[in-house]
């Protein structure tokens, strides 16, 4: 696998192109001399984000295991589209390797639902082992034929209600209640299992969609509180971390076909190793966050989640009719 090296000055082009709406960009540039593979990854998260700092270990790692032989050329902020357009260039050819959250991978590959469903997960220990485990592994190999494999995984911490001032600390509480959810069908049953009313839209309008009423509150981790600036808007953060949904890094499967086994081991290697420590400063900025959020005037509430496990319980049955689900699942229970 050897492809053409556009210049820095086609390379900058292509950002610029991106910005203005272009999407579409042609597959990761590698040099002229043909002595180096440039890899063009691209997520929509801004630079001073856990996930990005990761992501420049995993290609700093990458360069320095190869001998300079792969790079990875990184794209920030959305500007090469948002999950979906990236997953959809991925399997198009336009970018090499992306980072997005296994919800929006569900609708390229139903399996990737499990993630979705309401407290599948009991905690943060056990979080991390299932995604260790030998059925993850399976998982991210198992879309070989959608065009896309699994590199490795990033923690996104547990998600969890938000509103302009109402606690969340009874399902009872979230009736008539507009929550933003992400675009998953997953994510839209579990609100109308737990009561609210699922209102899906891009991260970039949750501030002034809650700030004008349009929504009465969201759902994810506290450092939308701050890196979001929600915490100016929303005051009531009800901790029930009823999902615990990864990011997931993906690489186009013909990059990964054409790469040598022993390129392909380098690039595993360093992904592996960028999730151990994408752990450790996503610990960090979640501290600083609540920290953070709270001199916002923001107050922290925790609610007991048995109710909420109990509203959401049937969506199992219908999702166990998918035997892949199904499977994951056992796998998970066994880890307790």
Excluded at 31 to 58: C, M, Q, R, W, Y
Excluded at 129 to 144: H, K
Excluded at 154 to 178: A, C, V
Excluded at 284 to 292: G, Y
Aim: net charge negative; aromatic share 8%.
């Amino acid at each position: 696998m050897r492809k053409i090296i556009f210049s820095i000055m086609i390379g900058s082009l292509l950002v610029l192109l991106a910005a203005c709406g272009e999407t579409e960009v042609s597959s990761g540039a590698t040099n002229t001399k043909g002595d180096s593979e440039i890899l063009k990854l691209a997520h929509d998260l801004g630079e001073d984000h856990p996930v990005h700092l990761a992501l420049i270990k995993f290609a700093e790692t990458v360069e320095e295991s190869s001998e300079g032989q792969i790079k990875i050329e990184i794209f920030s902020n959305g500007v090469l589209g948002n999950e979906r357009e990236m997953l959809e260039q991925i399997q198009g050819g336009g970018i090499d390797i992306t980072k997005v959250s296994a919800a929006s991978l569900e609708s390229f590959a139903s399996q990737y639902s499990v993630f979705s469903l309401p407290y599948v997960f009991d905690d943060e220990e056990h979080f991390f082992q299932s995604m260790e485990s030998e059925a993850v592994g399976d998982l991210f190999a198992s879309t070989e034929d959608q065009g896309f494999l699994g590199l490795t995984w990033y923690d996104s911490g547990s998600r969890n209600f938000y509103t302009e001032d109402k606690p969340i600390m009874h399902p009872d509480d979230l009736d008539g209640l507009k929550i933003r959810v992400m675009d998953s069908r997953t994510q839209i049953e579990m609100m109308k299992a737990l009561g609210g009313t699922p209102t899906p839209m891009p991260y970039g309008d949750i501030y002034t969609a809650i700030q004008s009423g349009v929504i009465d509150g969201a759902e994810s981790n506290p450092t939308a509180l701050t890196t979001g600036k929600h915490g100016e808007v929303a005051k009531a953060f009800s901790v029930d971390e009823h999902t615990r949904i990864p990011d997931v890094v993906v690489i186009s499967s013909s990059v990964w076909n054409n790469l040598t086994e022993e390129q392909q081991q380098i690039l595993t290697d360093a992904a592996e190793e960028s999730t151990e420590y994408q752990k450790e400063i996503w610990a960090e900025a979640i501290d600083v966050a609540k920290e953070e959020a709270e001199n916002m005037g923001v107050e922290f509430y925790y609610p007991e989640t048995e109710p909420f496990r109990e509203a959401a319980s049937p969506l199992y049955e219908e999702y166990r009719k998918d035997e892949r689900i199904a499977e994951l699942l056992d796998a998970f229970n066994e880890i307790r």
